[in-house]
T-cell receptor, first 111, second 113 residues
Framework: AQTVTQSQPEMSVQEAETVTLSCTYDTSESDYYLFWYKQPPSRQMILVIR??????QNATENRFSVNFQKAAKSFSLKISDSQLGDAAMYFCAYRTDKLIFGTGTRLQVFP | GAVVSQHPSRVICKSGTSVKIECRSL??????MFWYRQFPKKSLMLMATSNEGSKATYEQGVEKDKFLINHASLTLSTLTVTSAHPEDSSFYICSALSNEKLFFGSGTQLSVL
């Protein structure tokens, strides 16, 4: 079965600092997509970053970058120069024919 | 950009009634629609996957007869909660897949009294 695990229920970071959110997944597929989504209190899902499994290069979107380790089935998100607006729930997700979400990490950002 | 319109955003109904939630892709065609349920402070749990013109594939533990999903066109998918009970109260979200990109509705908060 495909599963996505986020081992950190909560994380906190000081404004302008860097924080890394962890994600591991279990799959027997070789071709898939990985995502990080942000869910603010409005509950609208916002795509943070996306990675195709066949690409070895780690995806980067401005202050957000991932460390994709395919063999280890690990997909962590690094947020640099954290801002107050980054505070939200973050979900790691995996997709083949289904889109499966991890358990989520609540990120708090302190001024 | 691409938008998925989900309605209603909030609905309150009496126990035993049915509620229909619509997700409409406004400027693209959605080949696949995912339907999720989210409890407070929890993750999104996949309920079913539907492809246009075919029957939905339900996840284990999700009652097909209770949560009716219809994906009759490439721009509209509906989730009907039949004979709703208080335990069905939850936040429901749809996600549309188009050209390998995913677009989310804004969600529906269902409260069953």
């Amino acid at each position: 079965a495909q599963t996505v695990t986020q081992s950190q229920p909560e994380m906190s970071v000081q404004e302008a600092e860097t924080v890394t959110l962890s994600c591991t997944y279990d799959t027997s597929e070789s071709d898939y997509y990985l995502f990080w989504y942000k869910q603010p209190p409005s509950r609208q899902m916002i795509l943070v970053i996306r990675q195709e499994a066949y690409k070895q290069q780690n995806a980067t979107e401005n202050r957000f970058s991932v460390n994709f380790q395919k063999a280890a089935k690990s997909f962590s998100l690094k947020i640099s120069d954290s801002q107050l607006g980054d505070a939200a729930m973050y979900f790691c997700a995996y997709r083949t024919d289904k889109l499966i979400f991890g358990t989520g990490t609540r990120l708090q950002v302190f001024p | 950009g691409a938008v998925v319109s989900q309605h209603p955003s909030r609905v309150i109904c009496k126990s035993g009634t049915s509620v229909k939630i619509e997700c409409r892709s406004l400027d693209f065609q959605a080949t696949t629609m995912f339907w999720y349920r989210q409890f407070p402070k929890k993750s999104l749990m996949l309920m079913a996957t539907s492809n246009e013109g075919s029957k939905a594939t339900y996840e284990q533990g999700v009652e097909k007869d209770k949560f009716l999903i219809n994906h009759a066109s490439l721009t509209l998918s509906t989730l009907t909660v039949t004979s709703a009970h208080p335990e069905d109260s939850s936040f429901y979200i749809c996600s549309a897949l188009s050209n390998e990109k995913l677009f989310f509705g804004s969600g529906t908060q269902l409260s069953v009294l």
